[in-house]
């Protein structure tokens, strides 16, 4: 069978295999020159299970080359019977090169989907018979042919959403059936009623059938499903790879932990390595219990730790420690305190700002210094949470004439909900008397009256995901206009569309400049594996990182994994900032990630939550001081006297510009809606949808503060006070409230006194 199989094209390569070798002859430890005691302890531990538990920058990808270099130049290893599993194909390129230095041509070095694709299209004709289904590339045409068949209704912008749900419950191993339940016991956010995305998962997987074709999952699925039923197959596999070593170990999927058991088959020497703390994809179905669980699952395993950084200064790894020092969960009970190797380096800069711009433009100004010191371009990064805080940084870097890359996600002005807006708002301002921004009062609410057309709302959607992304770039380009239209009357000139489709038209010349050397841009999530001289972690407030829809304990605590995975990608220079408002001129109403209490200069690290949730004030020293405001109401921003219920109750216009913390306002809805379902009743019966804004744009710091908020009566105030003033506080909402709903008519009666 082996020659059989040696003849086989490259790209059908499939196993085949030989006996161990001799051991290790002399010359084989020159592999091992260079490394430290505990990379060395992996390199010679050639006979699994072994487990690496590898810090950041502690050269992992080093320690676990050299080994299958020592192994093969020792004998022990035939280079055909090992394959090194990762999970990109830069990794395993990286990888692949690696190995052809140091002497170990032949190794196979591939992702999970290459090398059970490779094994799919050679056992496909034996096992089933027939040509191998055809890969469907891209599965969003399918999706929504799938929720047309079912009668659903789904808007283009929420098909990625739909989709990544139906990969997610693919690689946890979930079938249609049971995906509502599964959605309800792991507290996860669906897009939209999980009856309904199980109907169209179901649809979906039948119209495959149908058609013949299969996704990346099914490569994973269909490979590990022909090696449990085929144990002659399987058998094959296993007499070819006879040692496998697996990267990024914390990242595995069910569905890939199971086609790893089919090709160990309980018998092939494995080594696994990974960090719990780098955790940053379950939201894709990863998980680290494998790699937490592997001593329990493999007794006899040889465990390694790997805590020598050698990739940032004491300063850095300080801050990475100290940040996982204040984790909870299983994975940080298996932390790794990291030790620098190099030299002493500069401190960890905090920057707080008043405004984001702000922050963009001083952050551009010390990239340009640094520039100017010596230090590449391609050697910065700027690392931000969500893909659309990219357009400020942009455009900063873009007005200091500095070229960058953007990594992860397309340049703010090529994300089609962009394109289309600006198309849109270039077709208004020719029109000139378009209907749709006649009774628009100035620049900004004319781009609101248009965007409104493509779903743009004054508060953020609930949940995350495509549909939030897609508003949040919309809400830039309302910011922009906001921005524009106060710089132009500043300077005496005119604001109207045409002029500020003309600035858009010129912002995007400017972002679309080819850079070779450039700065990179990117997020959180496309920076892991990555690292740079320096690195600018920016936007770090609360609601952003952690992220609003981060609600359970472990999604906060991957949130904060995720801060650490960006600290680790500095070597020298670190840079961590955030801003006070949105916009010029905003409420300065945003707080610093609460990752950073205990760590940034002047913090303290959180303390137990008080009664009163604000400073441990417990509410009754002010009660006696709370009323309401009696009188005329004139609007903040312009001073009119304010007659409409709702404008009085937001205390301005509703054309005039809003500093809504739309990521309060997220909380105080979601709070709301427990409320009202613990007690039976309407949403408006505990606040109104008006009154919850007011709230998310005062930021009430006190119960004076809040019982002057219209629509916050007497007998609210008592019974949801506590639980209104820890949220906006930042704190967890402390409930002292009973079941008896309230009358409906308390506190709005007010309004018009």
Excluded at 465 to 476: F, I, Y
């Amino acid at each position: 069978m082996q020659e059989e199989l040696s003849g086989l094209p490259d790209r059908y390569d499939t196993p085949h295999g030989t006996a161990y070798g001799d051991p290790a002859p002399s010359g084989a430890d020159a592999v091992l020159a260079g490394l430290d005691p505990e990379q060395r302890a992996v390199a010679t531990a050639l006979h699994g299970p072994v487990c690496v538990l590898a810090g950041a920058g502690t050269g992992k990808t080093r320690a676990i080359t050299h080994r299958i270099a020592y192994g093969v130049r020792s004998g022990v290893y035939q280079p055909q019977q090992v394959l090194a599993v990762t999970f990109t194909a830069r990794a395993a390129g990286e990888m692949r090169g690696r190995l052809r230095q140091l002497g170990a041509e032949g190794v196979q070095a591939r992702t999970f989907h290459s090398a059970a694709l490779r094994q799919l299209q050679y056992f496909w004709p034996r096992a089933i018979g027939g040509e191998v289904p055809r890969l469907l590339e891209r599965k969003v045409q399918l999706v929504a042919e799938a929720a047309g068949r079912t009668g659903l209704r789904v808007q283009r912008t929420e098909l990625r959403d739909l989709t990544s749900e139906i990969e997610w419950a693919k690689v946890t191993q979930i079938v249609p059936d049971d995906y509502p339940a599964a959605v309800l016991k792991t507290g996860r956010e669906a897009p939209r009623d999980p009856a309904e995305i199980a109907r169209v998962y179901a649809t979906y997987e039948q119209t495959k059938r149908d058609r013949g074709v299969i996704d990346f999952e099914d490569v994973l699925l269909l490979t590990a499903a022909i090696l449990e039923d085929r144990p002659e197959i399987a058998g094959q596999v296993r007499a070819q790879y006879r040692h496998f070593t697996v990267d990024e170990y914390q990242d595995v999927s069910p569905l890939q932990q199971r086609l790893l058991d089919q090709w160990t088959g309980g018998g092939a020497s494995l080594c696994v390595v990974g960090d719990a703390s780098q955790t940053i994809y379950s939201f894709t179905g990863a998980t680290p219990d494998y790699l937490l669980n592997f001593r329990a699952r493999h007794p006899e395993a040889t465990v390694v730790k790997l805590v020598r950084d050698y990739r940032s200064t004491p300063q850095v790894v300080h801050l990475a420690n100290g940040l996982l020092a204040k984790a909870r969960g299983q994975a940080a009970q298996h932390r790794l305190e990291l030790i620098s190797q190099r030299e002493a380096g500069p401190e960890p800069v905090y920057a707080e700002y008043v405004d984001e711009p702000t922050e963009a433009e001083t952050t551009a100004r010390e990239i340009k210094a640094l520039l100017a010191k010596g230090v590449r371009a391609s050697e910065i990064a700027v690392l931000f949470r969500i893909n659309s805080q990219s357009e400020v940084y942009e455009q900063a870097l873009a007005d200091l004439g500095i070229s960058y890359q953007l990594k992860g996600a397309e340049r703010f002005f090529e994300r089609p909900e962009v394109r289309d807006a600006v198309m849109l708002l270039r077709g208004a301002a020719r029109a000139g008397s378009d209907p749709l921004t006649a009774d628009a009062p100035d620049l900004a609410g004319q781009v609101r009256a248009v965007l409104a057309s493509r779903g743009f709302t004054p508060a953020p959607p609930a949940g995350s995901g495509t549909v939030r992304e897609r508003w949040e770039s919309l809400a830039a380009l309302v910011r922009l206009a906001e921005e524009f239209e106060a710089a132009r009357l500043t300077a005496g000139q005119s604001a109207d569309l045409a002029a500020y489709v003309g600035e858009l038209d010129a912002r995007a010349a400017a972002q679309h400049a080819p850079a070779v050397e450039g700065v990179t841009l990117a997020s959180l999530h496309a920076a892991k594996g990555l690292e740079w001289d320096a690195v600018f972690l920016v936007g770090l407030t609360e609601g952003t990182l952690p992220i609003i829809y981060a609600k359970t304990d472990e999604q906060i605590e991957e949130e904060r994994r995720l801060l650490y995975v960006g600290v680790t990608r500095a070597r020298l220079h670190l840079s961590l900032s955030w801003a006070l408002s949105r916009s010029p001129g905003g409420r300065a109403s945003r707080k610093p990630t609460r990752f950073l209490d205990g760590l940034r200069p002047g913090s303290s690290a959180s303390g137990p939550r008080t009664k009163g949730g604000r400073g441990g004030v417990e509410f009754g020293a002010e009660r006696s001081a709370a009323r309401k405001v009696r009188g005329p109401v004139k609007c903040r921003v312009c001073d009119k006297t304010l007659t409409d219920a709702v404008e009085r109750k937001l205390r301005r216009c509703e054309s005039c510009p809003s500093n809504m913390d739309e990521a309060l306002y997220e909380r105080l809805r979601e709070w709301r809606s427990v409320q009202a379902k613990k007690q039976g009743a309407p949403a408006y019966v505990v606040f109104t949808d008006a009154t919850l804004m007011a709230i998310a744009e005062d930021v009430p710091g006190s119960e004076r503060e809040l019982a002057v908020i219209s629509g916050v009566g007497a007998m609210k105030l008592d019974k949801y006070g506590a639980a209104v003033l820890a949220m906006c506080a930042g704190e967890e909402p402390v409930d002292e409230s009973t079941d008896e709903p309230l009358d409906e008519t308390q506190g709005e009666s007010e309004e018009l006194a």
